[in-house]
């Protein structure tokens, strides 16, 4: 049982590190990311690509960094001619197109069968040692995740966010450049998200197309929304309660006597559902975002 929390715990931890990510962009500047999945499965191919070339971490993990960080800049590059929903459209495709362009490329990302086999540089033979290490590692970057994402609310770029989302003409006035607010901004995410995805194939020791699949994006939004945009214990509890609704369901599976194939229809059916719960009770989430009263 204390196996199954530890799992739980460490899935959780690099589910809060992705959803910290996605407040960054849709929380504070308001940026509809619909292909915000793109920059974990960057994260974790790049674990995988170089460990069927056994080439160093030292070259592997800025790599990976670096290709989410120019996927981020293509994004921003898309939204200079669109509107904020047609470019929530394009981020999605993408997204899309990276999925098919990695299942297309066998010879390099192992195809629709991907890379397994994966082992963490400090992966020993107790599988229970391994666990705690991930564990304690995973809580590391999730604490420095958070601590970064509070002082960037605090900072002046996150109040420059916040009034391009609520008065965007205002912000132009004041001289503040959009396109290049909505980079950096897009940019910090792709950081943040590339080391949840390198953290993610380490400790499944596996890597697919499956991890850059929309509705892995869907399952990021319900976390935040629900919690609450642009309130960080808010996105955290959010990603707490979608946890225990998604593990809970297998012991429902049990009881009910459903097939397993229903399993992830079921998982994806009660997380929608609870956040359109959420949307019509409480709009704002759980633990809605608290905006500054000037007196």
Known sequence: MSEFLLHICCIGGIYAIIALALNLQAG???LLNFGHIAFVGIGAYAIGIGSQFDLPLLVVIPAGILCALLVSILMALLGRQLSADYWGIATLALAEIIRIAVMNAGGLTGGAQGIGGL????????????????????????????LASVRLADS???????????QPQLAMCMGYALPWL?????????????????????YTAYVSPDYLLSS????????????????????????????????????????????????????????????????????????????????
């Open 28 to 30: 504070y500047a308001g």
């Open 182 to 202: 909505k980079c950096r901004a897009l940019m910090c995410s792709a950081l943040m998200c590339s080391l949840a995805g390198m953290l993610l194939a380490w």
């Open 156 to 166: 002046r770029f996150g109040r420059a966010l916040r009034l391009m989302r609520e």
């Open 216 to 295: 892995e994006t869907f399952l990021i939004w319900s976390m935040v929304m629900i919690g609450g945009l642009g309130n960080i214990r808010g996105v955290l509890l959010g990603v707490a309660l979608v946890e225990v609704l998604y593990n809970f369901i297998p012991f429902a599976r049990d009881y009910l006597q459903i097939g397993s194939d229903l399993t992830g229809a079921l998982r994806l059916g009660l997380t929608g559902l609870a956040m359109l719960l959420c949307l019509l009770t409480r709009p704002g989430g759980l633990l809605p975002e608290k905006m500054r009263v000037l007196s």
């Open 119 to 146: 082992s963490a540089p400090w992966s020993s033979d107790g599988q229970a040692t391994d666990a705690l290490i991930f564990a304690a590692l995973i809580f590391i970057v999730l604490i420095l995740c958070t």
